[in-house]
């Protein structure tokens, strides 16, 4: 079984440019949760999709949104990019269920903002 | 690869010594934990879980001991190997969804 795919790997954006990312889910995942990685912050919750709806958004600006697709593949999508923004973008799934069932993370896309 | 923190504790161990790896979670509340290993330019790979109603749980050459009354976590590695080398997370999940806070890592570092 395939696992959790990210495009791209490799980012390179300039201040106030704007970026989308992709994730596509394991199959039969339903739930995809993007994570922001950074060494000052480490690894930071953003939002989590579950059936096209977000179920669950972490304390980032409005700047970083997303949405998901009825194959449940997700796209993050951030807005007037600042320095700050230079980070590794994790996306995990897990199939449907309560607490328990382990998320499986993606290799994640390094953005690098100048 | 991806640096994952430039100024993590770091924990050395001989090849073939066991390893224990600490951390403190901050939720009371929190009823399911996590342990993830992040290789160089990889995700996180989940090691191992436990919840709240217990604290115990052996897997394979691991075992995570929790201690809610301090609000501990701790990995243990028996027998590391240098394949174990790399940065490990702790997370804990308090809500309903998905949402894992993640502790700032811990580099582990085998020597052969």
């Known amino acids: 079984k395939a696992g959790v795919t990210q495009t791209p790997r490799y980012l390179i954006k300039t201040r106030g440019q704007q970026v989308t990312l992709s994730c596509s889910p394991i199959?039969?995942?339903?739930?995809v949760s993007w994570y922001q990685q950074t060494p000052g912050q480490g690894l930071q919750f953003l939002f989590e999709?579950?059936?096209?709806?977000?179920?669950n958004k972490g304390n980032f600006p409005g700047r970083f949104s997303g949405r998901q697709f009825s194959n449940s593949r997700s796209e993050m999508n951030v807005s007037t990019l600042e320095l700050g923004d230079s980070a590794l973008y994790l996306c995990?799934?897990?199939?449907?269920?309560?607490?328990?069932?382990?998320?499986?993370f993606g290799p994640g896309t390094r953005l690098t903002v100048l | 690869g991806e640096s994952v923190g430039l100024h993590l504790p770091t924990l050395s161990v001989q090849e073939g010594d066991n390893s224990i790896i600490n951390c403190a979670y901050s939720?009371?509340?929190?009823?399911?934990f996590i342990w993830y290993k992040q290789e160089s330019g990889k995700g996180p790979q989940f090691i191992i879980d436990?919840?709240?109603?217990?604290d115990k749980r052996q897997g394979q050459r691991v075992t995570v001991l929790l201690n809610k009354t301090v609000k501990h976590l701790s990995l243990q590695i028996a027998a590391t190997q240098p394949g174990d080398s790399a940065v490990y997370f702790c997370?804990?999940?308090?809500?309903?969804?998905?949402?894992?806070?993640f502790g700032g890592g811990t580099r582990l570092m085998v020597k052969p």
């Open positions: 995990a799934s897990r199939y449907p269920g309560p607490p328990g069932n382990e998320q499986f």
């Open positions: 199959s039969g995942h339903r739930s």
């Open positions: 999709y579950f059936s096209e709806t977000q179920r």
């Open positions: 939720n009371s509340a929190s009823d399911y």
């Open positions: 436990i919840r709240s109603n217990m």
């Open positions: 997370a804990e999940n308090n809500n309903a969804g998905n949402m894992l806070t």
